[in-house]
């Protein structure tokens, strides 16, 4: 069984939810990056997305865009990252694996790699899938196809704008779980989050068994508070990636613990 579908059966069974931070691989290095990995999974993360940087991102806002303008500025290379994935340990510690980690990657990376052998490679180097949310659901067949052969999850993103009846046809084709985006725009922190995406997800789960995760502007105790009850998971990112980039030029320590400490006051939330 892939670790995505065995994490949301387990969670299912204690009745908790799925805590997803989002961190750019190679921002501010790979090592980091994998320092970050270990530390996210030790304190409760459920599973993790990786960032894979791209120059034209469709949906990414201004803090999660600068990190991957940072990581290309130092010619990062996909086969880099997944090289770097190949390489984490077994586990941070003897008695506590790592969460299972999905790509968060543009289709053209995917295209210009060959969709076989990205998602072979992928798999290999560790990761649980991907999620791609360039990628319409009218042309998904291929790469859906591909995954499914090699137990490869594919993510496709639901918004607050998507009709009803194509709504159903992304829940169809994805595997894993639904990304549901809570509000219209690009990603990046907000200070509210939208009342009427607890009906829109009610509705869809009605259409689904996948799990369905809610993410874009989660970023404070009070979000994952208001969506924790009708959401399986909670995906957070521009907060994270925010604050990794604020303590650039401070020791790595210091921005593992900053890390650290902010996924805690979430998770704690989530747990409520």
Known sequence: MNKVDSVFRELRTHGRKAFMPFITAGDP???TTALLIRDLSQRGASLIELG?????????GPVIQASYTRALEKKLKLEAILKAIRDLPHSPTPSLPLSPLLAMVSYAIVYRHGLEQFVREAKLAGFEGAIVPDLPV???????????????????LVTPTTPRDRAVEI???????????SVTGITGERTA???TVIDQVRWLKTQTELPI??????STPEHIRML?????????????????????????????QEVSEFAG???DALND
């Open 193 to 195: 989050i939208p009342a």
């Open 171 to 181: 829940a169809r084709v994805s595997t894993g779980f639904i990304y549901f985006v």
């Open 52 to 60: 894979f940087p791209y120059s034209d991102p469709i949906a990414d």
């Open 29 to 31: 290095d790979l090592a």
């Open 213 to 218: 995760c809610i993410g874009f502007g989660i």
């Open 228 to 256: 924790a009850p009708v959401a399986d998971g909670l995906i957070v990112g521009s907060a994270i990636v925010r604050r990794i980039a604020e303590g650039s030029g401070r020791p790595v320590t210091q921005i593992l």
């Open 265 to 267: 006051t979430l998770i």
């Open 138 to 156: 009218e042309e998904a067949s291929e790469l859906a196809a591909i995954a499914a052969g090699h137990d490869f999850k594919l993510i496709l």
